[in-house]
């Protein structure tokens, strides 16, 4: 069977369905439009695969980089960007730090633009660090509140804020 | 507490008991966590691999109260076994297939499980039935705090608890909820949520979030974010958002089915109800579709020929590894085929 997607027009069909509720009639859908409609799932874990295959993909267009990212090994475990790609999987915690270059961006495009954890601090973490990270995520609430013009919550928020600081 | 006891029984997420379990199945969060000072598992080498895993499970058996738990070395369990704790969702494919020192910690209500050495370190998950994300939370919380307490986990101050896979770094939490929704597939509306579910960065999966077809008309919608966003924002989504959403969705769905497809829904439950409680050998998938429909007919109050209790059961029954573990041998397709049919012949007459 060759023809279009009866949804979208626009790619051959490659899904076709038997509906027969409430009466029996056929659809013949692309694998795009298809999804959409959950008649099918693709599978889960490719997203980050083909993050790094598109981000690798970029970097290699750019010639002006001498050392390309290919090139990038972590000096505490000898992961490489090569290895991270066949994997899915970085090496060791510090292959956050070797490896930066290529994941920053990485991490980035995966969590809608965040590169700051504002969630839990372990319990026995520094209470520097837990200070700190509880004052990024106050500010940005307080930030929020404003932009919602939430004057109430910006007040307490505020507050928070400077009892955190000064104790 | 073991797997053999655990295995005739059916978990309390399955229990139908909470909140909006009409809809939500079932609600899940995982928090993954490291060992500062280990590499990840990808790196490891058998050795450490060992090593690492005896540290996780004397850490993590400390914690375990009298008899409230048990723990399974996965690595040796046979692989009827491994595929069991799969079907209850207490461990991922991933980990009943791998390889090397791993294992899993069960609390035997099995609201709580800890998986040793899969992708991460660790993998604390807890669920429960219907949807009550404020308790999981509460719950896992306080046991992720006690287990700080006595391993020191891989932090950093920018990108929070750090992961072996990047899409996990910060947070490292994955919040799961499990809908049922055979009334918006049977009106052909499960883009509306899809569609709500990907505008807020959200994934949804078929039941085990693996392969392309969702059996039982089960779903799972989970967060894909970990990094700048805080626990209680990504539960607050599912709570106060989307999953309200869905709920109101399926229920519109229902209700609409009911008045205006009534004869075609009738008879939907109740050729499911025919073939599940007359065929003589039968396979996994059509079990679930139809159990799926027999469900919807009981939540609509169109049909009362079986109590949740049995049909929470046959869920989990009718899977491969249920169905081996009650015959105690294993089995191949066709011989669960039949095994099946008698199992739901005999529930259903």
């Known amino acids: 069977m060759n ?22 009639r056929e659809r013949h859908l692309c694998e795009d439009c298809a999804e959409q409609e959950g008649v099918i799932y693709k599978k889960s874990d490719e997203t980050t695969n083909e993050l790094l295959q598109e981000f690798l993909s970029q970097q290699k267009t750019s010639t002006s980089k001498k050392v390309t990212v290919e090139d990038a090994v972590c000096d505490e475990c000898g992961t490489t960007i090569r290895d991270f790609q066949a994997k899915g999987q970085l090496g060791c915690p510090h292959c956050y730090h070797s490896l930066r270059r290529v994941i920053m961006p990485l991490i980035q495009r995966a969590h809608e633009g965040a590169d700051q954890h504002v969630g839990k601090v ?46 | 507490m073991n797997l053999d006891q655990l295995s005739t029984g059916t978990g309390e997420w399955l229990s139908n008991q909470g909140p909006d379990s009409d809809v939500v199945i079932s609600s899940r969060i995982r928090l993954a966590r490291n060992v500062a000072g280990y590499p990840f598992l990808s790196t490891t080498g058998d050795t450490e691999r060992m090593e690492l895993y005896r540290t996780l499970e004397e850490a993590v058996s400390d914690l375990i109260r009298d008899d409230e738990a048990f723990v399974v070395d996965v690595d040796d369990a046979d692989e009827i076994d491994r595929q069991l704790m799969v079907e209850r969702h207490l461990i991922s494919r991933q980990h009943a297939t791998g390889d090397g020192s791993r294992g899993v910690a069960i609390w035997n209500d099995e609201r709580r499980a800890i998986m040793m050495n899969e992708e991460d370190h660790l993998r604390i998950q ?157 396979g996994t998938e059509e079990s679930l579709a139809l159990l799926s429909h027999l469900r919807m007919g009981v939540h609509t109050e169109r049909f009362n020929g079986i109590d949740f209790q049995t049909l929470s059961d046959l869920f989990l029954h009718v899977q491969p590894a249920h169905l081996q573990k009650t015959a105690s041998r294993p089995l191949d397709g066709a011989a669960r085929s039949i095994a099946r049919s008698a199992l739901l012949r005999e529930r259903l007459s």
Request: with cysteine; proline share 2%.
């Open chain 1, 3 to 24: 023809f279009l997607c009866q949804k979208c027009n626009k790619q051959k069909a490659a899904v076709h369905i038997m509906d027969t509720f409430p009466e029996k």
């Open chain 1, 122 to 167: 372990p319990v026995r973490a520094d209470e520097q660090v837990r200070k700190q990270t509880d004052l990024l995520r106050l500010r940005r609430e307080l930030k929020d509140a404003v932009d919602q013009e939430n004057y109430e919550l910006a007040a307490r928020l505020r507050d928070e804020i400077q009892s955190l600081e000064s104790a």
């Open chain 2, 126 to 282: 807890v669920l429960r039935s219907g949807l009550q994300l404020e308790h999981l939370w509460n719950d896992i919380d306080e046991f992720d705090n006690r287990l700080s307490k006595v391993l020191d986990f891989a932090y950093d101050q920018q990108l929070g608890f750090l992961t072996a896979c990047p899409t996990n770094v910060g947070t490292g939490i994955r919040v799961s909820v499990m809908v049922h929704l055979p009334a918006l597939k049977l009106t052909q509306e499960l883009d509306r949520v899809i569609r709500a579910a990907r505008d807020m960065r959200l994934a949804v999966r078929g039941m085990f979030g693996e392969g392309t077809d969702a059996a039982g008309d089960l779903y799972q919608i989970s967060n894909q974010t970990t990094l700048g966003k805080s626990e209680a924002e990504v539960i607050e989504q599912f709570d106060q958002d989307i999953i309200p959403k869905v709920v109101d969705y399926e229920r519109a769905a229902r209700g609409s089915l009911t008045k205006r497809h009534l004869h075609q829904l009738d008879d939907r439950i109740f050729r499911a109800y025919g073939i599940l409680a007359n065929a003589r050998t039968i």
